[in-house]
């Protein structure tokens, strides 16, 4: 085969491929719709790219027949990616990772089938890292430490911000571990949950609303462990089970 006819064939494949892909657009009863290729198959080819009423893209997802599977990305209007969400069978399972606009992480939480579990960051918007703390099973677990801005270690009261401004709380700290009474806020001031640290780890009972104000459920840390928890006023369930809130 001579060097001339290789080109050729590469360019026959390659016109090939894209003959046999074909763009669909699906347009949602609120006027936002997702763009996507199919396969020779006629089946999507991830990942899945949506878009707001104006155009602007909002996000995209990735699916293994009819679950999320693979990264969902989502973007500010602005086009700057804002979160990575990572999803196995229609569960997340591994990092979720949230992003300041420059594009630095703001902070890294690991999910383990749908649960956060492991060792969860946040980070300062110069890199540093901010906070370190154990989380099992969707609930906190074992110490968690805070350093400022420079690395050291926290000696003072802080207040810690979420991302995209969803709500905020304050700890006193000592040398980096928060002790003492300490309450979870949402950005309109209503309470997301009370609790205390004693030296850096959760003890004793932590309170959780709902948005009216009611108490939703309590749990209880003896020394940084789960130990049971408590569905509104109802019965006690021992053992760890996932909470439907931001980690904190």
């Known amino acids: 085969m001579t060097p001339k006819v290789i080109p050729v064939i590469c360019f026959l494949f390659a016109t090939q491929f894209l003959a046999a892909q074909k763009t669909d657009t699906t347009r949602f009863k609120n006027g936002s719709y997702c763009v996507f290729d199919r396969d020779k198959d006629g089946f999507p080819i991830n990942p899945i790219e949506y878009y707001d009423t104006t155009g602007v893209l909002t996000h995209t997802r990735s699916y293994l027949g009819q679950m999320l599977n693979g990264p969902l990305t989502i973007y500010d209007r602005e086009g700057r990616k804002t979160e990575l969400i990572t999803f196995k069978g229609g569960l997340r399972h591994g990092n979720n990772i949230q992003y300041f606009p420059d594009g630095s992480v703001h902070n890294i939480w690991p999910y383990r089938m749908g649960a956060v579990h492991g ?13 370190s703390m154990g989380l099992k099973f969707g609930r906190l677990h074992g110490l968690r430490v805070l350093r400022d801005s420079t690395g050291a270690k926290c000696n ?11 709500g905020y709380y304050t700890t006193s700290n000592i040398n980096g571990r928060p002790h003492g009474k300490f309450s979870v806020m949402r950005s309109d001031s209503t309470m997301i949950y009370t609790g205390y640290f004693n030296k850096g780890f959760p003890d004793g009972e932590y309170i959780y609303y709902d948005k009216a104000g009611k108490v939703a459920y309590r749990d ?19 053992g760890s089970e996932p909470q439907d809130d931001v980690p904190h």
């Open 119 to 131: 060792n969860g960051r946040t980070y300062h918007p110069n890199g540093q890292l901010e906070w």
């Open 156 to 166: 003072r009261e802080y207040t810690t911000n979420f991302p995209k401004n969803k």
């Open 220 to 238: 209880y840390y003896k020394k940084g462990k789960f130990v049971e928890s408590i569905q509104g006023e109802g019965n006690s369930i021992s």
